[in-house]
């Protein structure tokens, strides 16, 4: 394996943490209705866990509701049951061929609670991405070692690593930044 490979390949694995990251961050919840809060719902759809987006369609009704129209009426009372369980705070109304999911207004102390819980989210991002710096700069000294590649070549792929962990590591903190902004905004 050559430097530029592990570059390219820890460059992938960088951004890859990045969304990640988003997708958690997707799943708080702000004073907006997005039909993605509901992405990570499984439903119980004969014995197996799908996802929510598999049997319904989610759309945003206004500002503050979602409306869940499932593919099965049968399927009502088990995404309703789904939705409750989730751990989103919410609580559907189920209608006779839809749910509708009213959002309540944050009060000022879930914000903050929230705003702590993306801190946390950025933080893992951030180990992850020094992680995969980490094992790296450890194949790096491995090729080293094993004499394919100089010091010299050594030293410059690990200031690479590290302009490159810079680079990431800037661009969680511009994720936490945004969301922390959104989810204060009243």
Known sequence: MTIQE????????????????KGELTRLRTGRASAGLLDHVQ????????????????????????????????????????IRDAGLGLNPVAGSDNIRVPLPALSEERRKEMVKVVRQEGE???VAIRNIRRDSISQVKDLHKQKIISEDEERHAEEAFQKLTDRFIDEVDAVVEAKEADLMEV
């Open 43 to 82: 439903i119980d759809y004969y014995n197996a866990p799908t996802p929510l987006a598999q049997v319904a369609s989610v759309s945003v009704a206004d500002a503050r509701s979602l409306v869940v129209t499932p593919w099965e009426k049968n399927l009502i009372p088990k995404i309703d049951k789904a």
């Open 124 to 126: 893992g991002a951030r």
């Open 6 to 21: 592990i570059k390219k390949d820890s460059e992938i694995r960088m951004k890859k943490s990045i969304e990640s990251l």
